[in-house]
């Protein structure tokens, strides 16, 4: 057998085993994302993830292996999309965030008379500004 149809054999056999690892993790990722949205009871929206990065990092035992991130949609009214992802280290679960909307309250402000005018309508209490 020629030395170009061992390195094609060769290559074949790395983009199948590529492919194939990818599924696996896609459906890792997937199975992650499905138990983080049922467990903070929102609902994961079109059933899937997308690939957004892939590349390499070592893990724990100092092993180089293939980071992937993923994205996803998921939903905490039904009427409205919001945005989570994750990223597997090799074929585990490295990290998973869901970006719950964070509502901030800003603080009331008093004029200077209404100020005043609760001082003096309340004596007892103080004004904590």
Same mark, same amino acid.
């Given at each position: 057998? &020629?030395?170009?149809?061992? =390195? =094609?054999?060769?290559?074949?056999? +790395? ?5 194939? $690892?990818?599924?696996? $993790? ?7 994302? !499905? $138990? ?19 590349? =390499?990092? *070592? ?5 180089? *292996?293939? !980071? *992937?991130?993923? #994205? ?7 009427? %409205? *999309?919001? +945005? ?16 719950? &909307?964070?509502?901030?309250? /800003? /603080?009331?402000? !008093?004029? /200077? ?5 609760? +001082?003096?309508? %309340?004596?007892?209490? #103080?004004?904590?500004?």
């Amino acid at each position: 057998m &020629p030395l170009t149809e061992s =390195f =094609f054999i060769l290559f074949l056999g +790395a983009a199948i085993w590529y492919g194939l $690892a990818t599924l696996k $993790a896609r459906e890792t990722g997937m199975q992650a994302a !499905r $138990a983080a949205c049922c467990e903070e009871g929102v609902q994961l929206l079109d059933e899937t993830v997308v690939g957004r990065f892939r590349g =390499f990092a *070592r893990d724990a035992d100092g092993q180089l *292996r293939i !980071r *992937r991130h993923y #994205s996803f949609e998921f939903s905490d009214t039904g009427d %409205n *999309r919001r +945005a989570g992802s994750l990223a597997l280290l090799g074929q585990e679960v490295e990290w998973l965030h869901l970006r719950m &909307p964070l509502y901030l309250v /800003p /603080p009331v402000r !008093r004029t /200077p008379s209404e100020a005043s005018h609760q +001082a003096t309508a %309340n004596p007892n209490s #103080s004004d904590e500004s």
